[in-house]
């Protein structure tokens, strides 16, 4: 709301399987097509199954007929052919293309609970799978093709690999788009200690996916002293305002120097378009929400050291609130890098510059994940063959 009365267009897409985006609003949104909220304000709850047909109906035709093949009613190969994942997918995609299309000044992802978005945005990675899962895919494709001309009717048409290999098009494109420099997440906690807790995970997820966070929303504060407004809470509240108290002091130690803004909770529900302007009033005044608040590298390689042999190259990824006892685990496997912190792994493309290293080693120290490489030794070209002519005069 703070952003369209300032003039941007702007667009909100819900990607919560449950909306609520337009309950919140109080106009009731399309599933296909953006719909006017406001001056200047648009909102979308995606349909994934409308995303699903628009991008992926011959993969879904595909798995659907290979049921049916094995003697499973076409109701029910219907239902099996929609693959785990799709929602999430898909809402990336159209995402993607609302941000690109020109129209929209900035858009914003209504996302669902931090266990789904964290899956939402680890599924272009998931999805692309590293040099190693589109290698076997263009063998899988080969193969195909060679299969029809003796008669295999198992083998997909060629729309399935058009179609798989747009997604993986998509998929790259959406894993540089989410970590590019005009994109950032923020975190919204409630004074809770689960909802910390659950928050810091998300924090060093994103870090370790090259994600971005530029600010933290603290919603649904007891509100005490000025911002009561000569209110009274009553005694029977009085240990939780205390208490929301210090879980804030934490959150502004904790993910300091992150910018923390305050929602308190208000006398009644903040529903429709008129009580959420005086909320983002409330809650960010003369901030501009749409610029990007706060950025720091998560990832580099970073400049040799004085004591340094001229081979040694360090490739350091920042991970917050990682802890001594914490299990890492490093790989480097091919071009990529697997890196695998408590229970959130992923594998990251190297930079160039290290193509022609290998991994000597790994320690954490702080925040910091320092990965060292060494140079291997070029091997000598082999000799040239040049070719002797004759002088006329030794002929």
């Given at each position: 709301?703070?952003?369209?009365a300032?003039?941007k267009?702007?667009?909100?897409?819900?990607?919560?399987?449950?909306?609520?985006?337009?309950?919140?609003?109080?106009?009731?949104?399309?599933?296909?097509?953006?719909?006017?909220?406001?001056?200047?304000l648009?909102?979308?709850?995606?349909?994934?199954?409308?995303?699903?047909?628009?991008?992926?109906g011959?993969?879904?035709?595909?798995v659907s007929?290979?049921?049916?093949?094995?003697?499973?009613?076409?109701s029910?190969?219907?239902?099996?052919?929609?693959?785990?994942?799709?929602?999430?997918?898909?809402?990336?995609?159209?995402?993607?293309?609302?941000?690109?299309?020109?129209?929209?000044?900035?858009?914003?992802l209504?996302?669902?609970?931090?266990?789904?978005?964290l899956?939402?945005?680890?599924?272009?990675?998931?999805?692309?799978?590293?040099s190693?899962?589109?290698?076997?895919?263009?063998v899988y494709q080969g193969?195909?093709?060679?299969?029809?001309?003796?008669?295999?009717s198992?083998?997909p048409?060629?729309?399935?690999?058009?179609?798989?290999?747009?997604?993986?098009?998509s998929?790259?494109?959406?894993?540089?788009?989410l970590t590019?420099?005009?994109?950032?997440?923020?975190?919204v906690?409630?004074?809770e200690?689960?909802?910390?807790?659950?928050?810091?995970?998300a924090?060093?997820?994103?870090?370790?996916?090259?994600?971005?966070?530029?600010?933290?929303?603290?919603?649904?504060?007891?509100?005490?002293?000025?911002?009561l407004?000569?209110?009274?809470?009553?005694?029977?509240?009085?240990?939780?305002a205390?208490?929301?108290?210090?879980?804030?002091?934490d959150?502004?130690s904790?993910f300091?120097?992150?910018?923390?803004?305050?929602?308190?909770?208000?006398p009644?529900?903040?529903?429709g378009?008129?009580a959420l302007?005086?909320?983002?009033?409330?809650a960010?005044?003369?901030?501009?929400?749409g610029q990007v608040?706060?950025?720091?590298?998560?990832?580099?390689v970073?400049?040799?050291?004085?004591?340094d042999d001229?081979?040694?190259?360090r490739?350091?990824?920042?991970?917050p609130?990682?802890?001594?006892n914490?299990?890492i685990?490093?790989?480097?496997v091919?071009?990529?890098?697997?890196?695998?912190?408590?229970?959130?792994a992923?594998?990251?493309?190297?930079?160039?510059?290290?193509s022609?290293?290998?991994m000597?080693?790994y320690v954490a120290?702080?925040?910091?994940?320092t990965?060292?490489f060494?140079?291997?030794?070029?091997e000598p070209?082999?000799?040239?063959?040049?070719?002797?002519?004759r002088?006329p005069?030794?002929?």
């Open positions: 709301m703070t952003l369209a300032a003039g267009r702007v667009l909100v897409i819900s990607s919560d399987p449950a909306h609520s985006l337009g309950d919140v609003f109080q106009v009731s949104l399309s599933r296909t097509e953006p719909t006017p909220i406001a001056e200047n648009f909102g979308l709850e995606i349909d994934t199954l409308y995303e699903a047909r628009r991008n992926m011959n993969f879904e035709k595909f007929e290979s049921y049916e093949k094995r003697g499973i009613r076409s029910v190969a219907s239902e099996l052919s929609t693959q785990p994942g799709l929602d999430e997918i898909f809402s990336l995609v159209r995402l993607h293309r609302e941000a690109l299309s020109g129209q929209w000044d900035v858009v914003i209504d996302t669902s609970p931090t266990g789904n978005t899956r939402l945005l680890a599924y272009p990675e998931l999805i692309v799978g590293g190693t899962g589109k290698k076997l895919f263009r193969m195909s093709s060679m299969m029809k001309p003796f008669g295999s198992n083998g048409d060629p729309e399935f690999f058009n179609e798989v290999n747009q997604l993986l098009d998929m790259n494109q959406v894993s540089a788009f590019g420099e005009n994109v950032t997440l923020r975190l906690i409630n004074p200690k689960l909802s910390i807790l659950e928050s810091k995970r924090y060093t997820f994103t870090h370790i996916y090259g994600l971005t966070i530029d600010a933290v929303v603290v919603n649904k504060i007891y509100p005490v002293g000025d911002a407004h000569g209110a009274q809470l009553g005694s029977y509240f009085d240990y939780w205390k208490l929301h108290g210090r879980y804030l002091e959150i502004e904790a300091a120097p992150l910018p923390i803004f305050r929602l308190f909770l208000e009644c529900e903040p529903l378009v008129e302007r005086q909320v983002g009033a409330k960010f005044g003369e901030t501009d929400m608040l706060y950025s720091k590298k998560n990832m580099w970073e400049e040799r050291r004085p004591t001229p081979d040694i190259r490739f350091v990824v920042r991970i609130f990682l802890t001594e914490e299990h685990e490093v790989q480097r091919g071009m990529d890098l697997y890196m695998c912190v408590g229970r959130i992923r594998s990251v493309s190297l930079p160039r510059i290290l022609n290293s290998d000597v080693g120290d702080g925040e910091l994940l990965v060292t060494r140079e291997r030794a070029r070209e082999p000799p040239r063959l040049t070719r002797l002519r002088s005069a030794s002929a």
